[in-house]
C-alpha cells in the first residue's frame, strides 16, 4: 500500500519538491499503479534466483592504463555556475 | 528534380555511389520536407532556421545523414532528451553509435528528434516540447518514445534514423507510424553516449522505411565497444546476408498469452493474415505458451522505473542543464528537480525509488527481478525448439493525442507486447503488415534468441518482398 505519507516521504528521499496539489494527484495515481503491479505477489519464486541482467557478464574490468579523458574546461561547459576549475553550489557551511 | 527523400537509404547509397545524387542534394531535399510540413508534424525540436542546415563537424553533407532521438549524446549538439531539466545541454563527446556513423561516411542531422522526456512514455506527449503528430492522422500520436524518429522517417522527413528502445519505444512507435524498427540484442549496440533510462534494458536501434535499411544500419552500428561494460564481444555478421527471401523449413512460435483480450480486433486479423501469409511461404506455425507473460508489465514498472530513479540522480542543477534560483543547497535540489521535471518523469523516479526503499525492496524490487528470471526462462524454452516468435507489436493502432494522459496505467498496457524483448535482452523487429479501416498502420513483432538478428531480418524481409505495406506513403 501507499499513500499520502509514504509519497511525500519517497519524493524526499528522491530530492524532488511537490507542491501540495501534485502531492495529492500523484498520491492517487500511484496507489493505482501500485495496486495494479501487487499482481507481481501472485507468481510463485520459491527458489528462483534474481537476476538483474539477461546477459550474464560480471567483473567486466578495463585494461589499467591512462586514457585521455574530458579536460577540464569541457567538463565545466554546462555547468549553471562554475568558478576557475569548479562547479559552483549554494552555501553549505557556514 | 526527384524527391531523394522519399528514397529508401540503400536506394541514396547507390545513387551517391553511382555519382546520380549528390549528399548535398539529399540533405537539401529533407530540409525542403522539413520546412513544408514539420508544423504539421513536430517530428523534430529544436528546429530554427532549417534552410541553413547544421552539419556536424566537417559542415559537408556525407553519405545519407541520420536522424537522431534527443537522447543520444552529439558533441556540439544540444541532447536535452526533450527535458527543461536538460535545457541547453551540450554534449562534450558523441556517443559511440554517432561515431560509428561518421566512420561508415554519414552524416547526422544536428536537429533532433522530439520524444517522451527521458523515454518516458508510449505516445511523444512527454515532451517538454509538445507532442509529435502520427503523419497518418495528425490527431493521433505517433507512438513513443521515439515518435519523433517514427514520424519523421514515416513522412519523408528522416531517410533513417537513430531511436532507443527500453520496453518498446522503437518497436511500437514503428507500428503506429507503419515503418521498421529493431531493438537489437542487449549488448549488440554499445550504448555509451545514450544518456541512461533503464540501463538493464536500454538498446539503441534503428527505426527504417524497410528491412534493408535495418539491415544497413545495425552493420553500422553493432559491435563491441569497451566504452559500455555490458557490450557483448562476439562477432557481428554481415546482416544484409540475412536478407534473403526464403522462409522455408522455419519453426515459429504463437503464444497464446498474446492474442487475448485487449487486442484490437483489426490489429488481430492483420497480424493472422501475415501469418497465413508466412505459412504460405513455407514456414511451419504452433502456438506455444510464455507462462509468465501477465507479469511483464507489473515486472517492467518496477524495474525500469527502480533504474530510472537512480540513473536520474544525476540531475540535480550541479554539472549541466536547469538550475532553480534557491539560496539553500537542498532546496536547490529539490526545487531543481521538482521544476525541471515533467510529471512523468517524476511518477517514474518516485516510483522506482519506493519500490527500493527500506521496508519495500524485497517486496517489489527483489521479487521483480525473480519473475524477470521466469520471464527470461520461458523464452530460452521456447528458443530451444522455434526459430523465432510472433506477436502483434502492439494490442492497438495510434490511438488520439491525448486519450490517454490522464490514465498512466492505461499508457503503461500499451507496451503489453514489447516489454518481454526487452526483460529477456532478446532481439524483435516490428514490421508494417497492414492498415486498419481508418487508415492508420498495423505492426507484427517478430522475436528470436540472444544475437540471431539474422533470423530476424530473414523472416521480415521474406515478408516484406511479398507484401507492399511498406511502400504505403502518407498523404501529407
Redesign the interface.
Same mark, same amino acid.
Given at each position: 500500500m501507499i499513500d499520502q505519507k509514504i509519497v511525500e516521504h519517497v519524493a524526499h528521499l528522491a530530492r524532488i519538491d511537490l507542491e501540495p496539489k501534485e502531492l495529492e494527484k500523484l498520491s492517487m495515481q500511484l496507489e493505482h499503479i501500485i495496486g495494479f503491479i501487487d499482481k507481481l505477489k501472485q507468481a510463485n519464486v520459491d527458489n528462483v534466483l534474481p537476476i538483474s541482467h539477461a546477459i550474464a557478464a560480471s567483473n567486466v574490468l578495463r585494461e589499467d592504463v591512462l586514457k585521455k579523458s574530458l579536460s577540464q574546461d569541457k567538463a565545466l561547459a554546462n555547468a549553471p555556475s562554475k568558478k576557475g576549475s569548479f562547479f559552483v553550489v549554494p552555501k553549505v557551511i557556514e | 528534380m526527384e524527391e531523394l527523400n522519399r528514397l529508401t537509404a540503400h536506394e541514396l547509397i547507390e545513387k551517391t555511389r553511382n555519382k546520380e545524387a549528390l549528399s548535398e542534394e539529399i540533405s537539401a531535399s529533407l530540409y525542403k520536407r522539413i520546412n513544408e510540413i514539420d508544423s504539421k508534424v513536430k517530428a523534430y525540436v529544436r528546429l530554427g532556421n532549417t534552410k541553413e542546415p547544421a552539419y556536424p563537424r566537417t559542415r559537408e553533407p556525407r553519405g545519407v545523414p541520420v536522424t537522431i532521438k534527443d537522447n543520444i549524446c552529439t558533441e556540439g549538439y544540444n541532447t536535452e532528451c526533450c527535458s527543461k531539466i536538460l535545457k541547453?545541454?551540450?554534449p562534450?563527446?558523441d556517443a559511440t553509435v554517432i561515431k560509428n556513423i561518421r566512420e561508415a561516411g554519414h552524416s547526422y542531422l544536428g536537429q533532433k528528434a522530439n520524444m517522451d522526456e527521458f523515454a518516458f512514455g508510449s505516445s511523444t506527449e512527454n515532451s517538454f516540447f509538445g507532442p509529435t503528430h502520427n503523419p497518418w492522422n495528425l490527431d493521433c500520436v505517433p507512438g513513443g518514445s521515439s515518435g519523433g524518429c517514427a514520424a519523421a522517417v514515416a513522412s519523408d522527413e528522416a531517410i533513417w534514423a537513430l531511436g532507443s528502445d527500453t520496453g518498446g519505444s522503437i518497436r511500437q512507435p514503428a507500428s503506429f507510424c507503419g515503418i521498421v524498427g529493431l531493438k537489437p540484442? +542487449? #549488448?549488440r549496440v554499445s550504448r555509451y553516449g545514450l544518456i541512461a533510462f533503464a540501463s538493464?534494458l536500454d538498446q539503441i536501434g534503428p527505426l527504417t522505411k524497410d528491412v534493408r535499411d535495418s539491415a544497413f544500419l545495425m552493420n553500422i552500428i553493432s559491435g563491441y565497444d569497451?566504452d559500455d561494460?555490458?557490450s557483448?564481444n562476439t562477432p557481428v555478421p554481415d546482416y544484409t546476408k540475412a536478407l534473403v527471401s526464403d522462409v522455408k523449413g522455419l519453426k515459429i512460435g504463437i503464444p497464446k498469452e498474446y492474442f487475448v483480450e485487449g487486442l484490437g480486433l483489426e490489429v488481430k486479423a492483420a497480424v493472422e493474415e501475415a501469418i497465413d501469409k508466412l505459412k504460405k511461404l513455407g514456414a511451419s506455425f504452433k502456438e506455444i505458451s510464455l507462462t509468465?507473460t501477465?507479469?511483464a508489465?507489473?515486472?517492467y514498472?518496477?524495474i525500469a522505473t527502480a533504474e530510472a530513479?537512480s540513473n536520474l540522480?544525476r540531475f540535480?542543477?550541479?554539472? +549541466? #542543464?536547469?538550475?532553480a534560483k534557491?539560496?539553500?543547497?537542498?532546496?536547490?535540489?529539490?526545487?531543481t528537480?521538482?521544476?525541471g521535471?515533467g510529471?512523468e518523469a517524476?511518477?517514474r523516479?518516485?516510483?522506482g525509488?519506493?519500490a527500493l526503499?527500506h521496508g519495500y525492496y524485497d517486496?517489489?524490487y527483489?521479487?521483480?527481478?525473480?519473475?524477470?528470471?521466469?520471464i527470461?526462462q520461458d523464452f530460452d524454452a521456447v528458443f530451444k525448439d522455434f526459430d523465432c516468435v510472433i506477436t502483434p507489436t502492439s494490442p492497438t493502432p495510434a490511438f488520439r493525442i491525448g486519450e490517454k494522459m490522464t490514465d498512466?496505467?492505461r499508457m503503461?498496457l500499451s507496451d503489453i507486447y514489447t516489454i518481454s524483448a526487452n526483460?529477456?535482452?532478446?532481439p524483435a523487429i516490428s514490421v508494417p503488415c497492414g492498415f486498419t479501416k481508418k487508415g492508420l498502420p498495423v505492426g507484427l513483432q517478430i522475436m528470436a534468441k540472444?544475437f540471431d538478428e539474422e533470423k530476424l531480418f530473414r523472416v521480415a524481409y521474406s515478408y516484406e518482398q511479398n507484401t507492399e505495406w511498406h511502400k504505403m506513403k502518407t498523404k501529407l
Open positions: - | 541547453g545541454f551540450i562534450p563527446y540484442t +542487449y #549488448g538493464s569497451p561494460s555490458t557483448v509468465h501477465e507479469y508489465v507489473p515486472v514498472y518496477i530513479s540522480a540535480d542543477g550541479v554539472q +549541466y #542543464g536547469f538550475r534557491v539560496d539553500n543547497l537542498m532546496d536547490m535540489y529539490k526545487k528537480r521538482g521544476q521535471f510529471q517524476k511518477r523516479i518516485i516510483l525509488t519506493f526503499s517486496a517489489y527483489l521479487r521483480a527481478l525473480k519473475v524477470r528470471t521466469l527470461k498512466p496505467l503503461y526483460l529477456a535482452g532478446i540472444h
